[in-house]
């Protein structure tokens, strides 16, 4: 799987852990849930061979890892990500969670970072934490 080049198509997560990412009105992520940190890459988890109870599950596993509340997950496609000259790479290594990808090629300065995450924000379907898990 780690060494499968993410397609086009193919749908990540961006696993929401700050409630202040979510507008409460309209249910949709604010850009700053996309922002990359400190490494100028951003972790998502790729949809790819999992069930829907197996990618909450790594939500919760990120969560706990963080000591953070799973608010919810952004779902958005690769190609979202590459409309803003972004590419997703498969990014498996020892510690990381399971189909774990990064969103690369972000500029350095913060305000075309907050550009690029503003526009996949806008794509990017919210999923509101199954009260079930």
């Known amino acids: 799987m780690g060494d499968v080049p993410v397609d086009d198509s ?4 961006r696993m929401v852990l700050t409630e202040k990412h979510v507008r409460k009105e ?6 700053e849930a996309f922002l ?5 890459e951003l972790s998502v988890i790729r949809h790819r061979d999992l069930s829907e109870e197996e990618l909450w599950d790594i939500g919760r596993e990120v969560a706990q890892e963080r000591g953070r509340p799973l608010v919810g997950r952004g779902d958005f496609s690769a190609k979202d990500a590459r409309l803003q ?4 790479v ?3 290594a020892p510690g990381l969670p399971r189909n774990h990808a990064d969103i690369i090629g972000w ?4 305000p075309l970072q907050m550009l690029r995450a503003a526009e996949i924000a806008a794509l990017a379907v919210f999923i509101p934490t199954p009260h079930a898990i």
């Open 36 to 40: 990359p940190y400190k490494h100028v």
């Open 26 to 31: 309209s249910m949709t992520l604010k850009p």
């Open 10 to 13: 193919e749908r990540l997560s």
């Open 85 to 88: 000259n972004l590419d997703a």
């Open 107 to 110: 500029p350095p300065e913060k």
């Open 90 to 92: 498969p990014a498996e």
